[in-house]
T-cell receptor, first 110, second 115 residues
Framework: QKEVEQDPGPLSVPEGAIVSLNCTYS??????FMWYRQYSRKGPELLMY????GNKEDGRFTAQVDKSSKYISLFIRDSQPSDSATYLC??????????FGRGTSLIVHP | GAVVSQHPSRVICKSGTSVKIECRSL??????MFWYRQFPKQSLMLMAT?????????EQGVEKDKFLINHASLTLSTLTVTSAHPEDSSFYIC???????????FGQGTRLTVV
């Protein structure tokens, strides 16, 4: 079992839909959780960063962490075609090397 | 967010030559830098981790003599692909983190094509 599991998709949704992206993990020591967005042939861009459990909201994006279930989510409200990209979750413990999921490909069609 | 600049964005080189890729943190001190390789539609594959002033730590299966990493200052790390071969063609991405923060920031990536 990989430390971080993420469905590669693709996930295809119509414009305006609420998107839910998820990752599960096995290492209970992870404390820091990140979501990155990566457009084709570009470096990943940090979207959200959370520490421990709870929710964090930034514009149309909401990150949720449930440490008891070892499950994290990224919600995108009012999705736009420009949100079409690969979304990678990442997590770490302290100053250790972050562990990445394999990424979920999202397609938002007009 | 913090800015990491990676150059060049694209490079084509002949087989047998060496290529240097630079990664700079522009507005923070990068105590740790990571180098990744990414194949099409695949996830990031960590190649090595470097801390400023120390030798890089390479992941299993990554040849340290082929992929030379230098992290001589808190704002600059370089990856040199030596004696490049067509199978080294890939997308290389650097990432930097400062000691006060846990999140890492990525460069724009370098697409290397060896012909």
């Amino acid at each position: 079992q990989k430390e971080v599991e993420q469905d590669p998709g693709p996930l295809s949704v119509p414009e305006g839909a609420i998107v839910s992206l998820n990752c599960t993990y096995s290492n209970s020591a992870f404390q820091y959780f990140m979501w990155y967005r990566q457009y084709s042939r570009k470096g990943p861009e940090l979207l959200m960063y959370t520490y421990s459990s709870g929710n964090k909201e930034d514009g149309r994006f909401t990150a949720q962490v449930d440490k008891s279930s070892k499950y994290i989510s990224l919600f995108i409200r009012d999705s736009q075609p420009s949100d079409s990209a690969t979304y990678l979750c990442a997590m770490s413990r302290g100053s250790y090397i972050p562990t990445f999921g394999r990424g979920t490909s999202l397609i938002v069609h007009p | 967010g913090a800015v990491v600049s990676q150059h060049p964005s694209r490079v084509i080189c002949k087989s047998g030559t060496s290529v240097k890729i630079e990664c700079r943190s522009l507005d923070f001190q990068a105590t740790t830098m990571f180098w990744y390789r990414q194949f099409p539609k695949q996830s990031l594959m960590l190649m090595a981790t470097s801390n400023e002033g120390s030798k890089a730590t390479y992941e299993q299966g990554v040849e340290k003599d082929k992929f030379l990493i230098n992290h001589a200052s808190l704002t600059l790390s370089t990856l040199t692909v030596t004696s490049a071969h067509p199978e080294d063609s890939s997308f290389y991405i650097c990432s930097a983190r400062d000691g006060a923060r846990q999140e890492a920031f990525f460069g724009q990536g370098t697409r290397l094509t060896v012909v």
